[in-house]
């Protein structure tokens, strides 16, 4: 874990503070949005140097930028400064799957690219954290890696060159079956990269205009999004939401 840690420290200066220019990147941020109290609490798990979270705290909502590592937290407060931030997020130092958080805390929970880097049995055990962290009526917003997909495979050994244990995914049922144990209720879930993964074989990323037609932009969904809703079974990433329910909601 410490390697790990000292990993995102060394990336934190180049990590990117805006949300991502094409569909798949941009699909993180729309969900955040569609599911953001008007007021309240929120907590970023993962949150880097705040891609997401310095948006999200230009409303009026508190938002909780939880990461292991304490560099890109820091780049993430000098970001908030810099943007002239009055409700800046709050750094906090911690990792998953523990949260250092009383129960039914927050309005919304999101953790994007971060559960992969946990064991199954880990990812499942930080479902379990982060749904008790939740407020009744409260959102939880998760991306997790299938098991059987190209990247998985390609992302692990890049991992493994680095000396880290890998990158982690899991079967559709099994992602479906660790969020509705913890008596959360799936909302939507959205299928990813089934042909995007491709353009992980080497040279394909340079043919001209080929990453954009795939991947597509912020706002049109790229040849990728189409694929994938057909065949979400091969999904490189399920962006998932779900909801706790209020007590006494049939
Ligand atoms: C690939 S980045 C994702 C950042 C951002 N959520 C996004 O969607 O771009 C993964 C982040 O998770 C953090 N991280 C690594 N292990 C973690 C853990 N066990 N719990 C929480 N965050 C972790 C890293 O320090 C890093 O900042």
């Excluded at 660790?178 to 209720?185: F, K, Q």
């Amino acid at each position: 874990m410490n390697d790990l840690i000292g990993h995102f420290d060394r990336e934190a200066d180049s990590y990117p503070v805006s949300f991502g220019t094409d569909f798949i990147q941009a699909r993180k941020w729309a969900l955040i949005e569609a599911h953001a109290p008007v007021q309240g609490l929120a907590a970023d798990i993962g949150a880097a140097s705040g891609r997401h979270a310095l948006e999200l705290a230009v409303r009026r909502v508190t938002v909780v930028a939880v990461d292991p590592s304490a560099a890109m937290l820091e780049r993430l407060r000098h970001q908030g400064q810099a943007r002239g931030l009055e409700n800046t997020p709050v750094p906090c130092v911690a990792a998953l799957p523990e949260l250092p958080f009383t129960d039914a805390s927050f309005n919304l929970i999101y953790c994007f690219s971060t559960l992969l880097l946990l064991t199954p049995a880990q990812q499942e055990r930080a479902i379990t954290e982060m749904a008790q962290a939740l407020r009744p009526g409260g959102i939880l917003i998760v991306d997790v890696a299938g098991a059987r997909s190209l990247a998985i495979r390609y992302w692990r050994r890049h991992y493994r060159r680095l000396g880290f244990a890998g990158v982690f995914g899991q079967r559709a049922n099994d992602t479906q079956r660790m969020i509705t144990d913890n008596g959360l209720r799936i909302v939507s879930s959205e299928a990813h990269g089934v042909l995007s993964q491709a353009l992980l074989f080497p040279g394909l990323e340079k043919v001209p205009g080929l990453v954009r037609l795939v991947r597509g932009t912020e706002t049109r969904p790229g040849w990728d999004a189409r694929v994938s809703k057909r065949l979400p079974g091969l999904a490189e990433r399920w962006y998932m939401v779900s909801q706790k329910p209020e007590p006494g909601a049939g």
